[in-house]
């Protein structure tokens, strides 16, 4: 793990180029990238991540330059071009990844063999330095092992892979915290396939309404045919035993000791401490060994905020000795849907009474 200097950016992208694999911090979550143009390269980050080599990697781009080097916009149906247009101009750089006709050079293995290819322009200065300096693309899932918490520190990422990663460049903690949104543009109508880091009714101030929020069981939905692989139902678990609960619902909970409670605002916690005789301290964090809380220690809750948090503060309750870890709902909008799919898939998709 190196720090993000220019010269370590630069290394890092000696590394990609030669056919490495390096880690990089974007403004969601921390990346495992290799050049999206070397399928040996690629194929060791599936290796490395333990990931199903049917789920396709998102493809990174350092400038608006770059994306016609990853996507067939001919291929584009002309009003879902003009769509990506207005997409690009207010929501590029950022945490939306938009889904596209795929061009022949992206080798099969960075796509699953799909016709499309989702490509993203990270705010991340770090990471927009590193893909330019590369020169190519950079195809890079999340820097977890399939299945774990995502990564938004580097030393999330130098402890799931002790070896194997070329370089880690450190760039703090990430922004956003909540990966980015993932919106289907290849074909038909625009459809978010995975919720994120923009909320859909931004995307919507573009689109328009759209019909249904990504679904939390393609599987399910789509008869066995699921559309983003990814979006499995189990899926950035901690190890230790989640359960979720309702919005408020946890308040009910009688309190354990060998439990831990995420509350979605110190507010709720503030409320379950005193119901329970708990003694807390507002000006640690956290408040209490066993209590946490996403955000509103210092003021209004909000959304942005929590969503920064989630990934952290689960990260470090699952090192806390707790047997649970039960968790309560955030509210139903803006970034609030995307942090709840993150929770149900935690809890495997089960919703505690
Ligand atoms: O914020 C992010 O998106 C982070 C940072 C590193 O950029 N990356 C990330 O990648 O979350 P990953 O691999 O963990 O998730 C990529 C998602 C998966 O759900 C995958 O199935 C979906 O994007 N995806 C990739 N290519 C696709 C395609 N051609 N069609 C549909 N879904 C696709
Ligand atoms: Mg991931």
Redesign the pocket.
């Known amino acids: 793990m190196v720090l993000a200097t220019e010269e370590n950016i630069q290394k890092a992208a000696d590394v990609l180029r030669r056919g490495g694999v390096a880690a990089?911090p974007?403004?969601?979550?921390?990346?495992?990238?290799a050049s999206a143009f070397n399928r040996a390269a690629v194929a060791r980050v599936f290796e490395l991540k333990k990931?199903p080599s049917f789920?396709?990697?998102?493809?990174?781009i350092g400038s608006l330059s770059m994306l016609e080097s990853a996507a067939n916009l001919e291929a584009l149906k002309n009003e879902n071009r003009k769509l990506l247009e207005k997409l690009i101009q207010n929501l590029w750089p950022g945490?939306l990844?938009i889904?596209l006709p795929?061009k022949n050079e992206i080798p099969d293995v960075?796509?699953?063999g799909?016709d499309?290819?989702?490509v993203?322009f990270?705010k991340n200065e770090i990471?927009q330095k590193l893909i330019l300096l590369t020169g190519d693309p950079l195809a890079?899932?999340?820097?977890?092992p399939f299945g774990r918490l995502?990564p938004t520190r580097a030393a999330h990422v130098s402890a799931y892979f002790p070896a194997g990663v070329d370089i880690i460049l450190d760039g703090g903690k990430t922004d956003?915290g909540?990966?980015?949104t993932?919106l289907?543009l290849?074909s038909g109508a625009p459809r978010v396939?995975?919720e994120?880091?923009v909320p859909q009714e931004e995307i919507e101030r573009f689109t328009g309404k759209m019909t249904s929020r990504a679904l939390n069981s393609p599987m399910e939905a789509e008869g066995g045919a699921f559309?983003?692989?990814?979006?499995l139902k189990i899926h950035y678990a901690p190890k230790t035993v989640f359960k979720l609960h309702e919005a408020g619902a946890m308040l009910k909970e009688p309190f354990s000791p060998s439990k831990a409670y995420l509350f979605y605002s110190f507010e709720n916690l503030r409320l379950y401490a005193k119901k329970n005789g708990l003694k807390i301290n507002e000006n640690e964090l956290p408040a209490h060994e066993r209590l946490w809380a996403l955000c509103g220690g210092a003021g209004e809750p909000s959304c942005r905020e929590a969503a920064a948090a989630l990934f952290d503060v689960l990260h470090m309750m699952d090192a806390l000795d707790a047997l649970e870890i039960h968790a309560e709902k955030a509210p139903p909008d803006g970034l609030g849907p995307a942090i709840n799919d993150r929770l149900f898939k935690a809890a495997g998709s089960v919703l505690e009474a």
């Open positions: 990089f974007t403004e969601t979550v921390y990346g495992l990238g990931r789920d396709p990697l998102i493809v990174h945490p990844t889904v795929k960075v796509t699953s799909l499309s290819v989702a993203r990270p990471a890079a899932p999340s820097a977890n995502s956003v909540l990966e980015s993932v289907d290849s396939l995975r994120g880091g559309k983003t692989p990814g979006a």
